[in-house]
């Protein structure tokens, strides 16, 4: 079966690329550029990877990133108090907290005191809230890209039957909350498929879209998929790789050689999902500063 390999890397790029002329309006009308600050706490050393790559992507097209770094047995109150200092900070458009955090930390509690206004994380219970409801708010990145490579690759939810695998707070549930509102490239009928399945593939053959977000290398095969689905891949797994120099490579949630024959279109991994998650990222600060900075606009 042809089948269309949805590229996020290049989708993400020119994604920046729109941005990047946004900011720089944005900069040129008011004399600000829009601001993200960054919070890493500890020295976990994927996360320190992640941050520095969110802030590479903000100076790629004029976003001012802070990065603060925290030695790990910096005390909750200690962390509140710096993000109530960037809740008063004009310049500061969005916060995000990387996480995990310490185990001593309660990531609930810092989360919720993040301002919804600058939750471009899209976490805050407020914009839960929102996004539940279909009204405005941030909504978490990874779901947000997913819904623009469908708009970008014209492929339309309404009326479809989408699967989505896992039921976490950062994909599955927002996934789920985005496609069943009746709206452009929503009106989706959804359904969340997690451990409490008996066999999960009752459910997946069923999907015209499956959305794979559950951190199993290459759970999804061809027997768990009927002709014509489309797949977003959202696992990034690493697996042992003897052959290459780090010894390791990166494998979704879905054996991609095995269900590519029944496929309409797909993602890979890497270079699927992943790029849209900072993309989104950067599209969620642009639009908070443009509200502070342009609110009569």
Not at 48 to 62: D, F, H, L, S, W
Not at 211 to 234: M, N
Request: overall charge neutral; glycine content about 8%.
């Amino acid at each position: 079966m042809h089948y269309t390999l949805i590229d996020g890397l290049s989708t993400a790029k020119t994604i920046r690329e729109e941005l990047s002329i946004e900011t720089h309006t944005i900069h040129s009308s008011t004399g600000h550029a829009p601001g993200l600050a960054l919070l890493l706490v500890g020295n976990n050393p994927a996360s320190e990877i992640y941050v520095t790559n969110k802030a590479k992507a903000c100076q790629e097209i004029g976003i001012n990133s802070v990065i603060l770094r925290l030695p790990a047995e910096t005390t909750q109150d200690q962390i509140l108090l710096q993000i109530h200092q960037w809740n008063e900070d004009p310049t500061i458009h969005g916060i995000l907290v990387q996480l995990p955090l310490p185990s001593h930390v309660d990531s609930t509690v810092i989360l919720e005191q993040i301002s919804p206004a600058k939750d471009v994380d899209g976490f805050h219970p407020s914009n839960v809230g929102n996004l539940v409801l279909g009204l405005p708010g941030f909504v978490p990145c990874t779901p947000l890209g997913i819904v623009e490579l469908m708009k970008r690759y014209q492929i339309d939810p309404s009326g479809k039957h989408v699967v989505v695998l896992g039921r976490s707070n950062i994909v599955g549930k927002p996934m789920a909350n985005l496609l069943y509102h009746k709206r452009a490239y929503s009106n989706a009928i959804v359904t969340i498929c997690h451990t409490g399945a008996n066999d999960i593939r009752d459910y997946t053959r069923q999907a015209d879209i499956l959305i794979a977000a559950v951190g199993v290398s290459k759970l999804v095969t061809a027997d768990y998929v009927k002709e014509g689905v489309a797949i977003f891949d959202v696992g990034i797994n690493r697996i042992d790789a003897p052959e290459k120099k780090s010894g390791y490579a990166l494998c979704g949630d879905v054996d991609f050689d095995s269900v590519l024959s029944k496929c309409s279109a797909i993602t890979p991994v890497p270079k699927g999902v992943g790029p849209m998650t900072i993309a989104m990222l950067l599209s969620n600060t642009v639009r908070s500063a443009r509200k502070f900075l342009t609110p009569s606009i």
